[in-house]
């Protein structure tokens, strides 16, 4: 039994590592077709404003890079961004600024890097990515024809940059005979009544008629979920944005 067992064992671990890439790097961009829906929330000593986001679509664009190297100790590292505009309506008494039925605008920068490491790869067709996310964001907000102090028709805005951290993981299969590979991943974070998540899942077909570089078409959808409600801050933010995805890949 023991041999029968050792035989097994050491014939999955000669297929994963014959079926593993050992260096690789892909690299993707394309469009987000995403629709807002939420709003930014003040409140403090009788104050009190709201931000209510247009729930119509807007077309922003992402782009990525996987990079894949045969070193196990050290970890494999993904890039990440894509740059989010919204619009939307603030009534009310903000900290800054008084505003009544004001357009608004939000635009969230966010560069996303990603080392981590593969628990499976390529293993009977299956891999899996174990990870950390570093997702720096930055937020640039403004709000036309408001009071501020005792000036009334002004133009306000305001720019800040935040880093998160989230766990990051990604499973994909690749369909056997087949140039199709079925991908979701996930990054979030949940700390003191605050959630952060962005969660995908895609589909993809490789166009192999170019042996070193291999062209691909990417289709997917894509949630993010902005959650900040912490009981010590004034500000609340609760939004998602969601919606299709497509575009192009490269893999070397």
Do not use: C
Not at 66 to 89: A, C, M, Q, S
Not at 187 to 193: C, H, I, L
Request: glycine share 6%; charged share 20%; aromatic share 10%.
């Amino acid at each position: 039994m023991k041999k029968i067992l050792t035989t097994l064992l050491s014939t999955a671990i000669v297929t994963t590592i014959a079926s593993a890439d050992m260096s690789r790097v892909e690299m993707g961009a394309g469009i987000w077709m995403q629709t807002p829906k939420g709003e930014l929330s003040y409140t403090e000593g009788g104050a009190d404003g709201s931000n209510i986001f247009d729930e119509k679509e807007e077309n922003n664009a992402y782009v990525w890079m996987l990079v894949k190297h045969p070193i196990p100790v050290l970890p494999n590292l993904r890039l990440e961004y894509v740059n989010i505009d919204t619009t939307g309506i603030a009534s009310g008494t903000f900290e800054d600024f008084t505003a009544s039925g004001s357009k608004t605008s939000l635009k969230m920068t966010q560069f996303d890097v990603i080392p981590y490491y593969n628990i499976l790869d390529n293993a009977a067709w299956i891999t899996l990515d174990l990870g950390l996310d570093l997702k720096v964001v930055s937020l640039d907000y403004k709000a036309e024809d408001v009071i501020i102090g005792l000036s009334a028709n002004q133009n306000y805005s305001d720019t800040q940059t935040i880093a998160l951290p989230l766990v990051y993981l990604r499973a994909r299969v690749e369909i056997p005979q087949t140039n199709v590979g079925l991908e979701a991943d996930m990054k979030y974070v949940t700390y003191d009544g605050s959630t952060v998540s962005d969660i995908r899942a895609k589909v993809d077909y490789t166009l192999g008629f170019i042996p070193t570089v291999q062209p691909a078409l990417e289709v997917g959808y894509r949630i993010q979920k902005i959650d900040i409600s912490s009981s010590d801050v004034k500000s609340a933010m609760n939004v998602d944005f969601s919606g299709l995805y497509a575009g192009l890949m490269l893999r070397f």
